[in-house]
Every structure is written in C-alpha cells, then in structure tokens.
C-alpha cells in the first residue's frame, strides 16, 4: 500500500464522481424570519489573504443558519481533516468502549495529534476508498469523494468542501450516539499543540478564538519548522467531475467554537507554491480572526509578526529556562505583555525585553518580534 503522506504531488488529477445530492438546503438554512419574512443574505465579513484560495462556511446552530459562506461547495484534498471519516466509520453502530485497546489508542493519537500512523492502519484495515464511499451515503455528503484511483493508499487525497465539514460536524453533535459525540469531541478538545509529526497546529480557530473549541486541522505541502513539545454554486447528482488541486501547499481548521458547541467553523485554504508554513499559518489566523462566529471569545493581546527560525518560546524572560515549544519562522503571535529579562544578541540587534505569548505560556526574545523599538509600542507591560 502507498503510505498517506501529507506532501503534495506534483500534477493535479481528477477526483471521483460527487455523490448524489441527499440533503436539501432547508435542512441546513433557514429562509424565514419568525413571522414569515425572509431573512436577510447573511453578509459575509471573511477577508482571504492574497493568494489564498479559500472555502468557508460557519454555521450558528442556535438560529439554524449560516453565518459565512465562501466557495464553500468548493473541493479540496482533505488532507488530515478526513481523520474525521476514518473515526466516525470506525464507530459506526458501535460504541467507543467496544475499541481493542490498541485501536483506541490509534484514536486518540488520530484525533489529538492528527497522527499519520494511526490513519493509514485504520485506512488499510477497513476498505481505503470504500470508508469514503460509505461515510458519503451515511452521512449526505455532496462534494466529498474517495482519493483518485492514481492514489489509492493516499487518505490526505481524499476530496472535501467546507459545507460537507459542517455536515460532519453536524451529525457528530446532533445525530450520532451520545457515546461516540462525547469521546471524539472529547479528543478534539484535547488537540496538541505539537502533531505527531512535528507541526505546530494550532492554527486557524485554536489560534483565534478562546476555550472552548474543538478542532481537527490539516495540512500539506509544508515543512512544518521542528514544533517540539517541553513534556459556490451547489452541485449534486450528475454534476461533472472537477480537478482537485493536489500541488497547492493546504492548511485547514475546523471545528466547534463557544459555549454549548454552539458555532461549526470549517475553513479550507490553498496557497501559492513555496509559501512557507509561517506565513501560510498566519495567513489562516488572519482568515479565520475575521469571521462572524457567533459565540466565540476572541483572546486579547497584539498580534506582532517575527522573525528568524528556530525561535524558542520558553518558560520564563531567559535563555536557559526551559524551551516549551519552537515557533513556525515567521508566524505571527499574539502579544499578551513584555518584561525585561535576559539581554540577547542577534547581531546587530542587542535587546533585553521579553514578550509573553499567552496563547503558548512562556515568552520569547523582543528581538525576534518585527518591532521597530526594543520595546514594543503599545504594549503593556507584565
């Protein structure tokens, strides 16, 4: 079997057939204001960076409607967002206590980690194309289709759109067995900020928005900088076959955001050949920052671009405390506060003032930040 990895090919192909259209758009917007009158077009605030091809759809399950729509029938390769298929199929009529230990291990490194290893086992073991196949049926999907029959074994190939990923996330917290919402959810919650692999993924909602949220993120094309942890129109039935972009370096966040899960954010993202992977987080948070998301805390702070590679964030204002994580070069973070600490040098910059990023817990060098001062203008400080 060809081993999923998440790197992109270099020619595009086509993907498989749509599925037939099962679910209408009355299932999933409503048309009318109590009373009768026609609600007005939801007015989309999403900003897509340059260069970014987007699809985005935010669903408020509180009034049953759309917040956000952008190309959201769009198609893209799924990369590891289809780790949702793989569990959902995996506990189809069954129950998570009804897992071998081995395979609820598998799950959770899959769901918490996006590990790669766990998803290819699941992906051998229970049919590659034919999980797809059925979860579509299941579920009503209507862009999503198995890897094309040039890439068998590559479950990252597999096509998706932003609207099939809140119809996922719409069954899970709406239709499928109380057990099963609560343990993938539960994982969910619990995504490491360092994947299995070495990707710093979180990103996108887990970068803008406070707990609560749960969040299954995809990338690919990438390379990831070394995260070390210290511990559209519709289509339906008949609709042609389109071309998956498989070259495009991807980056995707969704999940649920807010008290009671009560909003469903899915945003897909293709970005031009050769963008490192800072930018391209960056460019995702500032994508997913700008969306009406009805019950999101938004964190406070200043976001300050950086600088440099291999940038460590550590567990106090010194170079010999202890390195929590290493930074995507050049994403930007948010800023919480800054202190004086350590004097580090970088000729020819010299600075001794810290920046604490709360979002990570610890504090990096000022001299990495693109400030023009050693202290940042406009921020407090701790």
Not at 120 to 138: E, K, L, Y
Not at 231 to 245: E, F, L, N, Y
Request: charged content about 15%.
């Amino acid at each position: 079997m060809l081993r999923p990895v998440r790197h992109a090919a270099r020619a595009g192909v086509l993907a498989a057939a749509l599925a037939a259209l099962l679910c209408s758009a009355a299932a999933t917007t409503a048309t009318a204001a109590p009373g009768g009158a026609p609600l007005p077009p939801p007015v989309t605030q999403a900003e897509v960076p340059a260069g970014v091809t987007a699809g985005v759809a935010v669903f408020d399950r509180q009034t049953g409607t759309f917040t956000e729509q952008v190309n959201s029938a769009g198609q893209f390769r799924s990369a590891s967002v289809v780790k949702l298929l793989l569990a959902l199929d995996l506990l189809w009529n069954r129950g998570p206590d009804t897992l071998t230990a081995a395979d609820r291990s598998r799950t959770d490194a899959m769901l918490r980690g996006s590990d790669d290893a766990a998803a290819s086992h699941f992906w051998s073991a229970n049919g590659q194309g034919a999980i797809i196949d059925r979860m579509v049926t299941r579920l009503g999907l209507t862009d999503t289709a198995r890897p094309p029959a040039t890439h068998p074994g590559y479950w990252g190939y597999t096509a998706l759109s932003a609207r099939d990923t809140v119809r996922i996330y719409r069954y899970l917290l709406d239709s499928a067995a109380p057990p099963v919402r609560d343990y993938v959810l539960g994982n969910l919650r619990q995504s490491t900020r360092c994947a299995t692999d070495g990707y710093d993924q979180h990103f996108g909602i887990a970068g803008s928005f406070n707990r609560p949220w749960a969040v299954k993120q995809g990338w690919s094309g990438f390379s990831s900088g070394g995260c070390t942890a210290a511990a559209t129109a519709s289509a339906g039935a008949g609709a042609a076959i389109r071309a998956v972009d498989l070259s495009r370096p991807a980056l995707h966040t969704t999940g649920v955001v807010g008290a009671g899960d009560r909003s469903i954010v899915a945003v897909l993202t293709l970005h031009p050949s050769g963008t490192p992977y800072g930018k391209a987080y960056s460019d995702v948070n500032r994508l997913t920052r700008s969306l009406n998301v009805p019950g999101a805390s938004r964190p406070a702070g200043t976001w300050i671009g950086t600088w440099g590679s291999q940038v460590r964030v550590r567990a106090e204002a010194t170079t010999g405390s202890a390195a929590l994580t290493t930074l995507p070069a050049g994403v930007e973070v948010l800023v919480g506060c800054q202190k004086r600490g350590q004097q580090v040098s970088a000729p020819p910059y010299v600075n001794d003032w810290w920046a604490y990023l709360p979002q990570y817990g610890g504090y990096m060098t000022n001299i990495y930040l693109s400030s023009p001062d050693n202290q940042v203008p406009g921020v407090p400080v701790c």
